[in-house]
Nanobody, 123 residues
């Protein structure tokens, strides 16, 4: 499976963006998927994760109430709707996938990674 993220860009504080991550291959629906982000000079951090089906999700505290992770297995696509963005959300956002049934927040638990998409929030 290969992952291709898109949808990043420059947005003003308080604005919204929707990130997408398209997967190639037939195993997308069997993967737990997640979004991570990495700001300059900082370590990669967990944003949100979603199980294969039934919409079970997990969010970082910084994302709760503002971000929504979702997936469309028929389209092999993962989404991240981001609202009420602040300058603290500026980072490169990457999608990742892992096998299994447990949602994980550690990057090393994910075996498949897409390239990142830059999100810049101007204040």
């Amino acid at each position: 499976v290969q992952l291709q993220a898109s949808g990043g860009g420059l947005v003003q504080a308080g604005g919204s963006l929707r990130l997408s991550c398209v997967a190639s291959g037939r195993t997308f629906s069997s993967l737990i998927m997640a979004w991570f982000r990495q700001a300059p000079g900082k370590e990669r951090e967990f944003v949100a994760a979603i199980r294969q089906s039934r919409g079970v999700t997990q969010y970082a505290d910084s994302a709760k109430g503002r971000f929504t992770i979702s997936r469309d297995n028929a389209k092999n696509t993962l989404y991240l709707q981001m609202n009420s963005l602040t300058s603290e959300d500026t980072a490169v956002y990457s999608c990742a996938g892992r096998e299994g049934s447990l949602l994980k927040t550690t990057p090393t638990e994910y075996i498949i990674w897409g390239q990142g998409t830059q999100v810049t929030v101007s204040s």
